[in-house]
């Protein structure tokens, strides 16, 4: 018996290292065997959360408000930026590495020769160490998809889907139709199920009505209504009126947050949550990535927009922001996503593309995004001051924008989360 590792670093080179020698094996037979040997289960309610975006969202809103009524919360949520800790968060902190250290063993002492990639092995350690938190109450997000995602081995007591887009389209379908049914695969009989984009595909609620779930519907069975100021929800049987907007900025995240309280009230009898933790818990959320502006000048905001759907959220708070004289976009992105439907959407604001490659063999490189944004720029009129630079990093791409800006321009960090992060860790240490 080789020995194990001891450290989290040690423990996550040897889970790639594997990963590399394991096929993704969609299905869940595997992950399930594991999950019974651990004899893993969730003695509190648990809210699982899926979507092509705004799962993200969902979830620190979940978590932030949970977390203000006094309950005892745990999240987990991927991917990271910096750490790899900040997928497992326990009571609003981090988990410690000697923590994760000790739920891949717990995996490891029981998985036998049963093969998991990266991403099954770390989902139920984490699963584990949640489990045995000591928690009132869970929330997982779904990494890809829904029904046949590792976090669907546990069923969950409330099921949102925030919204469906096309992403993904090697493993869930090429259509809306095709990606809501496997969105709709987190759902189970006899539970509520709360799906909050606005046109649900028909599969979504024919899945629902077939296994028996509680469906509530945007616009159907809750809904919102607001002003500049100011919004309110309807539910079932719970109103919520004068809300504060949520912190996090954009379009979406007012649907986000009606989801949260639809899932509150779903909850209200095992965990109820005052008027004053909803108002608090909206306005103190924070999540990295997410149409996040930086403070100082120039303005720099980041965004893990990497789908048309999210571009096009990106594009319209973009546009809300008051004037900027020129706006510089550092760009990166994953071969397999619609890279021109990311870039058309963003095309109407960026004057200056710095585009980068990214540190995985599945990304699409500087060159090939350079290619697609010169053809943009020719069909745009007055192209005089606009340009298209490549960098082999995404530090390279920002360090080069931050030197050309002018204070009062902006700088847009946006695509795979390989962008951001390497944005990110350039930052943190230019800070130090």
């Known amino acids: 018996m080789h020995t194990l590792p001891t450290t989290l670093p040690d423990w996550l080179a040897m889970l790639e290292q594997r990963h590399s020698e394991t ?30 975006n705004g799962k993200g969202s969902t979830c620190a809103m979940l978590e932030s408000i949970l977390l203000r009524a006094g309950y005892k919360v745990g999240l987990y949520i991927k991917p990271h930026f ?12 981090m988990a410690s590495d000697a923590e994760l250290v000790a739920a891949f063993g717990a995996v490891e002492a029981v ?21 045995g938190a000591g928690l009132d109450v869970v929330i997982l997000e779904v990494g890809l998809g829904g029904r046949l995602d590792a976090v669907n081995v546990i069923d969950a007591d409330v099921a949102i889907v925030t919204s469906v887009d096309i992403d993904h389209t090697d493993y869930l379908g090429e259509t809306r139709e095709e990606i809501g049914f496997e969105k709709a695969g987190i759902f ?12 649900p595909p028909k ?23 607001g002003d500049k100021q100011q919004w309110n929800y309807g539910g079932r049987t719970q109103r919520r009126n004068s809300l504060a907007y949520p912190s996090l900025r954009g379009a979406n995240q007012i649907l986000n947050a009606t989801a949260v309280l639809a899932a509150l009230e779903a909850l209200k009898l095992t965990l109820p949550v005052g008027a004053q933790e909803v108002r608090s818990g909206l306005v103190m959320v924070e999540l990295p990535g997410r149409f996040q502006v930086l403070p100082g000048r120039p303005t720099v905001i980041l965004d893990v927009a990497h ?34 439907g990311v870039m058309a959407a963003m095309g109407e604001h960026v004057d200056h593309w710095c585009l980068c490659d990214l540190p995985s063999a599945r990304a699409a490189s500087a060159s090939q995004l350079a290619a697609k944004a010169r053809i943009m720029l020719a069909n745009k ?5 606009r340009s298209v630079n490549i960098f082999p990093d995404p530090a390279a791409a920002f360090a080069n924008a931050m030197s050309r800006a002018g204070e009062n321009d902006r700088i847009v960090v946006f695509g795979s989360f390989l ?13 130090h």
């Open 82 to 93: 910096l750490d790899f800790n900040e997928r497992a968060r326990v009571k609003g902190n």
């Open 419 to 431: 962008t951001v992060a390497g944005v990110m860790v350039a930052r943190k240490s230019s800070l």
């Open 188 to 199: 189970r009989a006899g539970k509520t199920a709360i799906c909050s984009d606005p046109v």
């Open 381 to 385: 009129a007055g192209s005089a001051d």
């Open 23 to 52: 096929r993704i094996n969609l299905g869940l037979d595997r992950v399930r065997a594991v999950k019974e040997r651990l004899a893993l289960r969730f003695d509190c309610p648990v809210i699982m959360v899926a979507g092509t």
């Open 111 to 131: 998985r036998g020769d049963t093969a998991l990639t990266y991403f099954e092995f770390t989902t139920l350690a984490i699963m584990h160490l949640l489990a």
């Open 203 to 225: 599969s979504l609620i024919a899945h629902a009505e077939a296994i028996g779930a509680e469906l509530w519907l945007l616009g159907r069975d809750f809904n919102y209504s």
């Open 307 to 340: 789908n048309p759907h999210a571009a096009s959220a990106l594009n319209q708070n973009l546009g809300n922001m008051g004037f900027h004289p020129y706006t510089y976009a550092v760009f990166g992105s994953m071969l397999d996503k619609d890279i021109d």
